[in-house]
């Protein structure tokens, strides 16, 4: 049984699709199809149901995906243990991603510490919503996700990295900083949110919910896309916004933003780390891991 097919077969079933599968290994549709063919011949099993509009794994098939999956992440830990050696100077590359507001402030600093000190490992970071980050690493097109939002998925795993504490961003000199409103007041606030998919909207969603009320109750102006466009939004004065604290600390000791509090809400959100089910961890990735959460802890 050779590992390409075992490939061939993972991307099939995580991209429900021929064509897709054969865009992301870089190879024609007819070559995924006859790798699938070979795969079903030796085991003497069907292995992809091709019957509906999408393509699924059958029984067998979702067996042998699972599987597959701890065999191709093993050869990827092994290739890379011997092209690099288990012992030394770390080498490779991490491809991360990471939601707006941990991919603002806190994994960058962490990743520009960590690569000053392994100058031999490459970083490359991109920065989505939380849903497009966990399923970038389902699909193993990243390696590690850091989200601030855990949104279930079964090809993913989440683990707790740090806990941010969210406030209620103001200009300074506004008439609610430094404050505890009340939920009537915020009402009266014209307020500016993060896009569907982000982390913070999640936790506000949630902390509003369990108050009684519905974020689409307040009096929403704008919608925005990145945190960095909330905060100058925030500072130019055309609204307030519910906000990570890690990510507005800079402003806050430097005076550019102020903060405030809603009585009865205490939004905390959890800023995980993600990992496909299955997948062994690089050597520089898993280094890296560790390297974060003892920088994270002092």
Do not use: W
């Not at 490939?7 to 007819?30: D, I, N, W």
């Not at 097109?141 to 740090?162: K, M």
């Not at 200009?171 to 009537?184: E, F, K, S, V």
Request: proline share 3%.
């Amino acid at each position: 049984m050779e590992t390409r097919q075992l490939a061939a077969f993972c991307a099939v079933v995580e991209r429900k699709s021929f064509s897709r599968a054969a865009e992301q290994l870089g190879v024609s549709q007819p070559a995924v199809s006859l790798q699938i063919a070979a795969l079903e011949k030796r085991l003497g099993r069907r292995l992809i149901d091709r019957s509906g509009r999408r393509v699924e794994p059958t029984e067998a098939g979702q067996l042998l995906y699972r599987r597959a999956q701890r065999m191709l992440a093993l050869e990827e830990q092994l290739l890379e243990d011997v092209a690099a050696g288990t012992e030394g100077e770390l080498r490779g590359t991490i491809e991360i991603g990471a939601s707006t507001g941990p991919g603002d402030n806190v994994v960058p600093l962490l990743l520009c510490e960590f690569q000053q000190r392994n100058p031999n490992v490459h970083v490359a970071l991109s920065v989505f919503d939380t849903q497009t980050v966990v399923e970038q690493v389902a699909l193993r097109a990243l390696e590690l996700g850091v989200v601030g939002a855990a949104r279930r998925h079964r090809s993913v795993r989440f683990e707790p990295l740090l806990r941010d504490e969210v406030v209620l961003a103001c200009p300074p000199g506004h008439r609610i900083a430094g404050r505890t409103i009340t939920l009537d007041e915020l009402r009266r606030q014209p307020l500016i949110v993060m896009q569907e998919g982000a982390g913070v909207r999640q936790v506000i969603e949630d902390e509003l919910r369990g108050a009684g009320i519905r974020l689409r109750e307040l009096d929403i102006r704008l919608e925005l896309g990145l945190q960095e466009s909330v905060k100058s939004a925030v500072r130019a004065g055309y609204g307030v916004s519910f906000i990570s604290r890690s990510g507005v600390e800079a402003d806050l000791a430097a005076g550019t933003l102020a903060a405030a509090r809603v009585d009865g809400l205490e939004p905390v959100r959890e800023i995980s780390l993600v990992r496909a089910t299955g997948r062994a961890l690089t050597r520089a990735s898993d280094a890296f891991v560790a390297f974060a959460r003892e920088r994270l802890a002092a």
